[in-house]
């Protein structure tokens, strides 16, 4: 298959916005692709390489792509090979060993499958080709039913090799796809709650209700002696958290899959800043140098799998009360997540009022009669929070004036399109900045700009801000309709990808008619 076939499909499904039509050409691309080119092309047309970030950057490449070869020779495979080869190149002499690869690949290329290339390779190739849509492709393709896939994705967290397994083993293939312990399994999400009351008056008295800490989502997998920790992106981070591994290793068990969250405590039990905990995972944004010597205390909530029995399909309730009997033999300080269950009213918004006394973020509803639906944002889970707050995509910034002049201040922020389109621009903000996140703005933007000008820098959407705001209000001023309402930025978020950044749909759901 050549990459000239990959483009045209690329091309369809960029220039509709039907979900079907966007599957179907997808779907009638892997039909055609060998059984060593279904990954490449499933990760290429959901946006990236099979091989992960290869840290090329946007210069290098537009340095290197020329007018391209007049004929279309590169294969699928032989792009592929390229890339592999691209990840291996490490050590000394490395840098002009890439150079050459990359020369070489670019100019073996046409102008328009440079285009592509470039933008696979840094993150910009936003063709409506959603993990979702990519998804639905693969079961029409394997003419599977789409559950079965979904399954066997959110279970082994990779996209290129769920679809391998079901264009060659279909459904038998697919259902035979198990939770691993070793293998980090995509975190169970929550949507966001209007408020306390709604959220209980939505899932009735069948809940817990838990702390919502300002912390970090960790996966933490046991087998015998050797645990692993991976972040909510499915990055391991064990060996950058030894204390998490110490506490978990100690428990009462042989296997277990753990789902909780981790933050940074001060003396007074009170939770440090995000950025401090986010230290420990090797990224921050903004602030000051973060004490890689402050200790993470964990924080558990849910239990996938425990001593051979999994347990993704069992009721919440049966989840926790396996949960609680592990932890309760625990010597040390508690691991489990504070919270209630079955609450009356007043009990629940007691929870509330010690989560936010304590620092913390709100709480989170969740029905005791729900399995963990691994991978999915849905109202079983509810989080609630005393402000409204998104996490937005950064678009592009202006630099600052008066006391901020030299300084790269006013954001522009989008929501994501949850059809695959370009993000959606929904506001401005300068509010809620220190100045040593102007600081960190200013040194690090122009490593994301896709275009720069005069007033300021267009960024590619890789940085993910979560902002509190009011509201929101209907507006002819933004593409979406919609404008957010005395937007003001909390952090940033490096834990998040642009992927996981709330929809359109979610900004729209604040209006007051919504």
Known sequence: MLLADVLAASTAVTATRSRTAKAAAIAQLLRQAGADEVEPVTAWLAGEPRQGRLGVGWRTLARMAGEGAATQSLTVAGVDRA?????????????????????????AATAEEQRFLVRLLTGELRQGALEGVVLDAVAVAAEVPGAAVRRAFMLSGRLPETAATALSGGVAALDAVRLEVGRPVRPMLASPGSSLDAALADLGTDVTVEFKLDGARIQVHRDGDVVRVWTRTLREVTDGVPELVERIRALPCRTAVLDGETLALDDDGRPRAFQDTMSRFGSGAGGEAADVGVLLSPFLFDVLHLDGRDLLDEPLAVRLDALDDLLAADEHAPLRMPGVRCPTLEQAAAVLDDALTAGHEGVVVKALTAPYAAGRRGKAWQKVKPVHTLDLVVIGVEWGYGRRSGTLSNIHLAARDPDGGDPVMVGKTFKGMTDALLEWQTRTFPEHARETAEWGLLLRPELVVEIALDGAQRSTRYPGGVALRFARVLRYRPDKTAAEADTIDAVRGLLADA
Do not use: E, M, Y
């Not at 080869?85 to 020369?103: E, H, M, V, Y």
């Open 83 to 107: 890339l592999t080869g691209l990840a291996a190149t490490t050590g000394p002499g490395s840098a002009a060993r890439r150079d050459a690869a990359l020369s070489a690949l670019l100019s």
